[in-house]
């Protein structure tokens, strides 16, 4: 069974702050992590994902995620936020092994906003 | 270069009416293809997923039904709508050849049920 939690519903932070939005996972085999954000009644974008390799991924307007496979950890994360970020974001995960290949486990997402 | 594209973009139906939904891929062969569910703005829930013509997979028993009549073409269905049937639904497409692709989303079907 795979399994994503994103334990905060809502991140505020200023602009020019750092931010921070958690992801922990559950998987049988290998994880393939995902961060995709949605703006208010679109489609998901892809932001960044993890398959193997160098455990701090970069990704799509500055965002990077960090792979933690002792604390089960994808915190996606950005070194100053602006006010266009502010969206949903969601945390996916995929189980390289066995018959969930192919299909992904979503979180619930967190809603980021970002003041001016 | 790839797109999907979904329509309607929004539409309110009668409780008992029946629904379909299209999906339509372009710039690509043999994707996997998937309908999500997003109810009140959170989280997804995985509908359908088809990784080939006739080929569907249900995740989630209800009263909705999916067909890929053609490789890059995924309908969503119902017979008659309830009213837990509104939400967003939203299609997706990943490239066929492994696991760790990335899936691609269309804007999404606003559906209200009334």
């Known amino acids: 069974a795979q399994s994503v939690a994103q334990p905060e519903d809502q991140v505020n932070v200023a602009e020019g702050n750092p931010l921070t939005v958690k992801c922990t996972y559950s998987?049988?085999?290998?994880?393939?992590l995902f961060w995709y954000v949605q703006y208010p009644n679109r489609g998901l974008q892809f932001l960044l994902k993890?398959?193997?390799?160098?455990?701090l991924v970069k990704g799509s307007y500055g965002f990077e995620a960090e792979f933690n496979k002792s604390q089960t950890s994808f915190h996606l994360k950005k070194p100053s936020a602006l006010v266009s970020d502010s969206a949903l974001y969601f945390c996916?995960?995929?189980?390289?092994?066995?018959?969930?290949?192919?299909?992904?486990?979503f979180g619930d997402g967190t809603t980021l906003t970002v003041k001016p | 270069s790839q797109t999907i594209h979904q329509w309607p973009a929004t539409l309110v139906q009668p409780v008992g009416s029946p629904l379909s939904l299209e999906c339509t891929v372009e710039?690509?062969?043999?994707?996997?293809l998937y309908w999500y569910r997003q109810a009140a703005g959170r989280g997804l829930q995985l509908l359908f997923y088809?990784?080939?013509?006739?080929?569907i997979s249900s995740e989630v028993p209800q009263n909705l039904s999916a067909s890929r009549p053609q490789d890059r073409q995924f309908i969503l269905s119902s017979k008659k709508l309830l009213l837990s049937d509104s939400g967003f639904y939203l299609c997706?497409?990943?490239?066929?050849?492994?696991?760790?692709?990335?899936?691609?989303f269309g804007p999404g079907t606003r559906l209200t049920v009334l």
């Open positions: 998987v049988s085999g290998n994880p393939y």
């Open positions: 710039g690509t062969s043999n994707p996997n």
């Open positions: 088809s990784v080939g013509i006739g080929q």
């Open positions: 993890y398959i193997t390799g160098d455990n």
């Open positions: 996916a995960v995929r189980d390289g092994r066995g018959t969930n290949a192919g299909k992904s486990t």
């Open positions: 997706a497409w990943s490239p066929r050849q492994g696991v760790t692709d990335t899936q691609y």
